[in-house]
């Protein structure tokens, strides 16, 4: 498994880490040491009256001015080059999208399976392409010291290799509001065959079966906002939600309408066009989303009481 | 104010009595430097200990995972005010606005500083814009969410009342500008005889350098937040890519101001510790030249390192190479200073008093924020540890633990000169002690979490960083109570403290030379400067 013919981004930053950690810790402890020994032979208990009333010295301002400028152009040096691993995308990586929005992620692949969950192959390196649909949101992986901001608009990448099996934290690093610290979720390394049988086994599944309202409506981040059992979130609860009455501000106006499928399936695909009073317009739109998802997520908010 | 006014009455005539007024109105509309200057002390330490209280609120809530005593919303209101409080109502005019006004007049031999009238007015926007910002929280949509860096497209949607607060900040900022503007007057035409460059103090010398990134950096801000406003009262869509904006644009714009800001906050710092270690180590300040000359180098080169908040925003590759090399380059003259200091030591006659511990543990906790500074200025690294914990401590080590504690240092050092009264020593230790090991405790912690991969701005996490969370929470509490020793050790003594008479410490500087407390108009006759500002001959300790 060390036998990649590329390095891993881990490797290529945990030893600017060790260099730089190490080099800090000579300094500081040549300060305070040096500090220390001073204040202890030079207290005025030992030394009452001051020895020397030196202003400087030319030789010692030149040393202390040429050792540290050396030292931080090779810091310097040492972690642009390294950077640069974690710009180059090895040939052949697999090509992921990445979509973020407040407060989940989605993760597509180029057979159109989509998923909550990063999974990728074990020893192959992995290119996420990083999309937005609302603010800018951080895509950032500790284990692989790999982190980017995912900006609306623009189109940034990040890439790693996991070398192990296992489960990975992924995080959300860049602020982006009330459930900022619950976009968390995880990459899911498999071993090559275990990946390509999840990549391609999942996606029999949702041609034939009709999917699941509620485990999409946690998929795609609908119940970090909405709660299930009544009490408030950032947005409208779904308990008792469907058929009921709701006011809503809509073109500018204040009108009372019943939540029937219609104002859901608007409110899905295009949330900002209505807004239930007294909630902000922060919702991101779901205009591509294929109908019997829709159909799904109502089915679901209908059984909700 | 009018107790102290009575209490102070005691003392001879001085800045409290010696015009014959007192009572608030004397005092808020006072164009006497001194005054100003306790005002603005008065003020932002008030903010200082908001803050500290939001930080204690936030740190009880991380304490363990999930809900301890607030929810989402509200932590997210709470770092954002910590943080648009701490910064903008407290460490920016923090050292120009309380010590430098109270402090540099004298030391450059003036009886004021050049526009007194203007000064006023300076603080009068500062309390507008604090008035403001404080009006945001409690109304509209509530207080803002966005974090004290306002990021677009986040602070373009939120329904809080970001566009008050940034109005708030806006005001406060022309303080600043008017601040800078009457500093670098004052020190360039009111010195008085004798008074030469190469005379002045250095906490003159980094506030003159401050000065100046007060008077450039600020009105970028300005319009900045002009932007944001725009943005969410117009509609101009200037940062929204739907509609052709740049979010990325918006953050060059906000760091080109909040990096050079950074100097503003540390810069006067570092001159309070030039002006202390060598009065308490009986020695010239070594290498005061160099200390001098990094200032105006920090100041400088620190104005183009911006970029290096961005290296990981989509920002071009070539743009995180220059400003790395930048940031390198900046950590230069910041070494400088620490050695120098250091060299200041030796074969010195070392008094170990409060302002002095406080000035050594500035360099101890200085370093560790300077050094954990390189690791955020190497790209490689940084992409790591970018928007962690780690940078929650690498930043609190630099503003806290230096700014923050050259504070402290400077009202054990300057207040009892503008008093007339002295604290205790023993408890002034005994607070030290406890902030300098819970300081430690809190933001080394934050450092360990941050490396481990904690997320900032974080109002939940996963189990595997709750001990350390834990730990961090613990260490607050430590550091609060070596802070309500020191506040209350300081107010006894300062108001009803055994008399400061003459010059105790054996300052050379010129503001040991005068009463104290000072007369109103400072110099009895006009001063002729004969010697360097850490020249000790003769002046007995």
């Known amino acids: ?305 | 104010m009018d107790s102290n006014v009575q209490k102070v009455t005691a003392q001879p005539s001085c800045f409290w009595n010696d015009t014959g007024k007192s009572g608030l109105t004397s005092w808020i509309f006072s164009t006497d430097h001194k005054r100003i200057g306790l005002l603005y002390f008065y003020a932002t330490f008030g903010f200082f200990l908001t803050g500290v209280l939001l930080g204690l609120l936030l740190r009880v809530e991380l304490m363990a995972p999930g809900r301890t005593i607030v929810g989402p919303q509200t932590y997210n209101a709470l770092f954002t005010v910590h943080g648009v409080v701490m910064i903008f109502l407290f460490i920016i005019p923090g050292i120009p606005g309380a010590f430098g006004n109270m402090v540099m007049p004298i030391q450059v031999g003036a009886r004021d500083v050049s526009f007194p009238r203007l000064n006023l007015l300076s603080w009068w926007l500062y309390i507008t814009g604090a008035i403001i910002i404080l009006t945001s929280l409690f109304s509209g949509g509530g207080a803002p969410d966005t974090g004290w860096t306002f990021y677009v497209p986040f602070s373009s949607r939120t329904g809080t009342n970001v566009s008050l607060a940034v109005f708030g900040v806006f005001i406060v900022g022309f303080s600043s500008i008017l601040t800078g503007v009457n500093f670098v007057t004052t020190i360039h035409r009111l010195r008085a005889e004798g008074m030469t460059w190469g005379r002045l103090p250095l906490f003159t010398w980094s506030l003159y350098a401050t000065a100046w990134v007060q008077i450039l950096a600020t009105p970028i801000l300005a319009i900045t937040l002009v932007l944001i406003m725009t943005e969410r009262l117009l509609g101009a869509g200037l940062f929204d890519p739907a509609r052709g904006g740049d979010p990325i644009m918006y953050q060059h714009l906000f760091w080109i101001y909040s990096h050079p800001a950074v100097y503003i906050m540390i810069l006067p710092a570092m001159g309070i510790v030039s002006d202390i270690i060598p009065v308490f180590s009986r020695k010239p300040i070594f290498g005061y030249k160099m200390i001098a000359f990094s200032s105006i180098a920090i100041a400088a080169a620190g104005s183009l390192v911006w970029g290096h908040h961005m290296f990981t925003s989509g920002m071009s590759d070539t743009a995180v190479m220059v400003f790395s090399f930048l940031t390198f380059v900046v950590a230069i003259p910041s070494a400088i200073k620490v050695f120098n200091w250091v060299s200041t030591l030796y074969r010195g006659s070392i008094s170990l008093e409060a302002p002095m511990l406080f000035a050594l543990s500035f360099i101890l906790l200085f370093s560790i924020g300077g050094l954990s500074g390189l690791i955020l200025g190497s790209a490689a690294t940084d992409v790591h540890v970018h928007d962690t914990h780690f940078v929650v401590g690498h930043f609190h080590y630099v503003m806290f633990g230096g700014t923050g504690f050259a504070i402290f240092a400077a009202m054990h050092y300057w207040l009892p000169k503008f008093y007339g009264r002295r604290y205790a020593e023993k408890p002034a230790v005994v607070a030290w002690a406890l902030m300098f090991t819970g300081f430690n405790v809190l933001y080394f912690t934050m450092q360990v979490l941050g490396m481990k991969g904690m997320p900032r701005r974080y109002y939940d996490y996963l189990p595997e960083f709750a001990t350390l969370n834990l730990v961090a929470t613990v260490g607050s509490w430590i550091l609060a109570a070596g802070l309500v020793i020191m506040l209350v050790n300081l107010f006894r003594g300062l108001w009803w403290g055994a008399p400061f008479e003459g010059n105790p410490w054996g300052g050379a500087t010129l503001e040991w030379s005068i009463p104290t407390p000072p007369p109103t108009e400072n110099f009895v006759e006009e001063p002729t400067v004969t010697h360097g500002p850490y020249d000790f001959t003769g002046i007995g300790r």
């Open chain 1, 1 to 305: 498994m060390n036998q990649l013919p590329f390095i891993s981004t881990t490797a290529a930053v945990d030893p600017v880490f060790m260099f730089l950690f190490g080099a800090c810790l000579v300094l500081l402890l040549g300060i305070t040491v040096t500090m220390v020994i001073f204040v202890l032979r030079y207290h005025r208990s030992r030394a009452p009256h001051p020895t020397s009333q030196a202003e400087g010295n030319l030789w010692l301002e030149i040393v202390w001015i040429v050792l540290p400028t050396l030292l931080v152009l090779g810091m310097f040096w040492y972690g642009w080059k390294e950077y640069l691993v974690l710009r180059t995308v090895p040939t052949g990586a697999l090509p992921v999208t990445a979509t973020a929005r407040m407060w989940s992620w989605e993760f597509r692949y180029a057979n159109g399976k989509s998923s909550p969950k990063l999974y990728v192959p074990v020893g192959k390196p992995v290119r996420v392409e990083l999309i937005s649909t609302d603010v800018i949101h951080g895509f950032f992986l500790p284990a692989f010291r790999v982190k980017r901001d995912v900006v609306p608009g623009m189109s940034n990448y990040a890439w790693f290799v996991a070398t192990k099996p296992g489960s990975y934290d992924l995080f959300c690093s860049q602020y982006c509001g009330t459930q900022h610290s619950a976009m968390v979720t995880t990459v899911e390394a498999l071993p090559e065959a275990q990946f390509a049988a999840w990549l391609n086994e999942d996606k029999r599944g949702t041609a034939a079966a009709r999917p699941d309202g509620r485990k999409l409506a946690t998929e795609k981040g609908c119940l970090g906002c909405h709660s299930l059992d009544g009490s408030p979130g950032v947005g409208p609860t779904f308990k008792g939600l469907f058929a009921g009455q709701v006011t809503v501000v809509k073109g500018g106006k204040t009108v009372t309408l019943t939540a029937d499928e219609a104002f859901l399936t608007e409110s899905i695909r295009q949330p900002a066009a209505t807004i239930v009073e007294g909630f902000p317009p922060i919702m991101p739109g779901n205009p591509d989303m294929p109908d019997e998802q829709v159909t799904a997520l109502i089915e679901f908010i209908k059984s909700v009481k």
